[in-house]
């Protein structure tokens, strides 16, 4: 059970706990759903999941959804919404995942260059909760510079480990980019061979951050696209993750066969087999956003089509013209149709990264 090597069972876990659970993943051959979070209700929906099918979760904030969860109302000309947005969020998740009884990774999905200011503020809102409570806020954030040249990438992504080292705080970082579209970046006509990460990259990463910290994966590029597309056009390569662990294990002379920590982008749409083999590579975290957008849909969908004459008006439906409609109309009862969807599809992600039941 992998809540036997944590410290903390339940909630969100932080720190040595992170590292302990993707080596105990790594070990078991799973890995955990990323699950991008917009609201409340898009929260409930993930931890059933998980709580129903024994399974830790990760939770993950992307810019565009933490200035959703702050409201669309909220300026964010300098992150100011993206900022308070995560922070409301991550507040919330800490209040109700102990009562989900399974362990949460508190994540921040991808940060490109010119959101870094919205790093640099929730980074701050860590430090402040690791003052008052010998931890930070987040359990972790992701950096994506792959659209940045190499180098930099690698010694930006450094002075952010740097930071993050002395709270134990876990740095997701990219190399090589993925493809398609998602929150409004747009990697839809970049050249196939940026899609592709090389292994000597992967090595100058490992090398870089170990000297730092132990706390840190690696989103590699194999072909990854965000978004759904038709079965053949896009060209995922797993097998490139066994490549990079191989030479990465050689370079350092290490006795695992994984030395890294990698993760999975742009996993919506993919196939069993492809999930599978990533995760025998090393893959430990496995990025869910477009289809559980598209299952949230579903449900609310589904029951205003087929509730449609009963919330056309307060008053009058096809039972009786004075009968009230209220109990239709009820926010509560249509969101609650759009969080089983999604519930159903994040347990189904569940099931075939091998989490269920590891608890």
């Known amino acids: 059970m992998a809540t036997s090597v944590l410290s903390r069972k339940t909630g969100v876990i932080v720190g040595d706990d992170v590292l302990k659970l993707f080596n105990y993943a790594q070990e078991k051959q799973f890995a955990i759903p990323a699950i991008n979070v917009t609201s409340s209700s898009t929260v409930v929906a993930a931890l059933e999941a998980a709580r129903d099918n024994k399974a830790p979760i990760i939770l993950q904030m992307s810019q565009g959804g933490a ?90 992504t450094a002075k952010y480990l740097k930071r993050a080292a002395p709270m134990k705080q876990w740095l997701e970082m990219e190399i090589g980019i993925t493809g398609g579209e998602e929150d409004g970046v747009n990697n839809e006509d970049v050249d196939n061979n940026s899609l592709y990460t090389q ?26 696209v965000h978004g759904v597309y038709k079965p053949g056009n896009v060209k995922l390569h797993p097998e490139l993750l066994g490549k990079h662990q191989a030479y990465v294990k050689e370079k350092i002379n290490a ?16 196939s069993k087999k492809e999930y599978t083999d990533a995760i025998g590579y090393g893959v430990v ?54 969080e089983k969807t999604m519930s159903t599809r994040v347990a189904e992600g569940l099931k075939d990264f091998n989490t269920a039941g590891q608890l």
């Not at 969860?69 to 964010?76: D, Q, S, T």
């Not at 292994?199 to 990854?224: K, M, R, T, V």
């Not at 006795?255 to 993919?270: A, I």
């Not at 919330?311 to 009862?333: C, L, S, T, W």
């Open 67 to 156: 200035a959703y969860f702050a409201g669309k109302g909220v300026p964010n000309g300098d992150q100011q919404a993206s900022i308070a947005g995560a922070v409301a969020g991550a507040q919330y998740i800490r209040s109700i995942a102990p009562a989900y009884d399974i362990p949460v990774i508190l994540h921040t999905d991808h940060c490109a260059k010119k959101l870094l200011p919205w790093l640099d503020g929730m980074m701050d809102a860590d430090e402040k909760y690791f003052k008052e409570h010998g931890e930070p806020l987040f359990s972790s954030h992701m950096i994506d510079l792959s659209e940045e040249e190499v180098d930099w990438n690698i010694t930006t």
């Open 199 to 224: 292994p000597e990259d992967i090595y100058n990463i490992y090398q870089a951050l170990s000297a730092i910290s132990p706390y840190f994966s690696i989103a590699a590029g194999f072909g990854n």
């Open 255 to 270: 006795k695992e066969d994984k030395p890294v920590f990698l993760v999975f982008h742009g996993g919506s749409g993919s």
């Open 285 to 338: 975290k496995v990025n869910l956003d477009t289809d559980l957008q598209y299952a949230y849909l579903t449900g609310i969908r589904d029951y205003v089509l087929k509730k449609k004459d009963y919330i056309m008006a307060q008053v009058g439906n096809p039972d009786g013209e004075d009968k009230p409609n209220k109990k239709y109309f009820d926010p509560r009862v249509w969101v609650r149709e759009g």
